[in-house]
Structure formats: C-alpha cells, structure tokens
C-alpha cells in the first residue's frame, strides 16, 4: 500500500499571499497523483490531477507538481475562497486508492 | 450534467449491517471505462477511499476494510450500493458516492450522508 503523507498539517497564510502544500508517498507513485479542496460543510472538489493537470474549471492560481514521491500543490494571490482543507490522492497503486491526511490552509 | 445522490439509513446499530446506495443520473452507469466508488470521512476526520466497482462488476476494496465490505452495481436501475457488516461506532461517517475517472480519481460525487453507528 502507498501511504501519503502531507504537510503541514495546518497552513496559515494573508490573502494574496502564496501557498505551498506538500504530499509524499511513501514509494513511487510516478505522476499519478491527484489533488482535491474541501471547504467547509462541503463535498470535495477535484482540482489536479495527473499531478499538474487541472481539472475543467479550476483557476490558473492552482499549480501540481511532482513526481515520484514528492509532490506539491501551489496557489498564488490566495483568494478567500480557497481558504479550505486540500487532500492529495495517489491512483498508482491501482485499483487500491489512497488519500494523504489532508492540509488545512486558514487565514493569517 | 452528472448527478450523483446518496440514500439509506442514518442511524444503524451496531454490530448490524450498514447498506447505502447511489442513484446515478445524467449518464449511463454502463456509458464508458469510469468506475464507481465510495469514500467516507468521519466527523472532523479526512477521506478515506472505501471500494470501487466498474460497470461490468470489477471490483477493489480498502484492504483495511476488505473482510467486513461489499460494493454491487445494478446497471438496470443506474445505481450502485455498499454494505459494510459487522458495524462499530468507528464506522461513524459521512459516506460518499463518487464517479471515479477511469477507475483513478474522483470527479464527480455526491453531497453525502452522515451515518451514525449506536450502540
């Protein structure tokens, strides 16, 4: 089983500012990785996936890179909205899925 | 427009047999390579990837989970369902019901139902 790791756990950051999240697996995952946002109260959204594509709407201020083991999610000029938790998710290891723990990115 | 709906019991007892189900609409369940899954995620907790099944009946399972869980697909109604046996407060969740694309990731899912397991 590849086991995802990501940190921080939790992210302060001032509007406007950039945020860098981090997803490790615990063994290649190659580029098979996914990453999804969650705000409060709501169902999870996808953002990326094949570690930089985005999915159909998502804003350019939302990044993926990475590859192997080492992945990150990036989103500039942070907006109020995005303010949430986000969870990355390796498809390698198909058809078992896994999700790292998540990393909640709150307000400075 | 896909839509995906969640339905069942919200309160089950424990040691009893937990049995949702997933109403699909906007598309064939049997339409193309997709799979179907679901993820729960207890309260305050993060996800966690439950089971998949393909339209023809595939199936994959959390191995963690994989003795006490069934998935079922039934293409003449568009749904499909879990049933997760021998349940414990730790099975206290909201559940969710997802499209997952190509059997790889999620993109599509259902705004989910909390489930309470009592003693």
């Known amino acids: 089983e590849i086991v995802m790791t990501q940190s921080p756990a939790t992210l302060s950051v001032s509007p406007g500012e950039r945020a860098t999240l981090s997803c490790r697996a615990s063994q290649s995952a190659a580029n098979n990785l996914a990453w999804y946002q969650q705000k409060p109260g709501q169902t999870p959204r996808l953002l990326i996936y094949g570690a930089s594509t985005r999915a159909t709407g998502i804003p350019g201020r939302f990044s993926g890179s990475g590859s192997g083991t080492e992945f990150t999610l990036t989103i500039s000029g942070l907006q109020s909205e995005d303010f949430a938790v986000y969870y990355c998710?390796?498809?390698?290891?198909?058809?078992?899925?896994?999700f790292g723990g998540g990393t909640k990115v709150d307000i400075k | 427009q896909l839509q995906l709906q969640e339905s069942g019991p919200r309160l089950v007892k424990s040691a009893e047999t937990l049995s949702l189900t997933c109403s699909v609409s906007g598309d064939s369940i049997r339409s193309n390579a997709d799979h179907w899954g679901w993820i729960r995620q207890p309260p305050g907790k993060g996800l966690e990837w439950i089971a998949s099944i393909s339209y023809s009946g595939h199936t994959s399972y959390n191995a963690s989970l994989k003795t006490r869980v069934s998935i079922f697909v039934d293409t003449s109604k568009n749904q499909f369902s879990l049933e997760v046996t021998a349940t414990t407060a730790a099975d206290t969740a909201l559940y969710y019901c997802?499209?997952?694309?190509?059997?790889?990731?999620?993109?599509?899912w259902g705004q989910g139902i909390l489930v309470t397991v009592s003693s």
């Open positions: 998710q390796q498809y390698h290891d198909w058809p078992l899925l896994t």
């Open positions: 997802a499209r997952v694309n190509a059997g790889y990731f999620f993109d599509y």
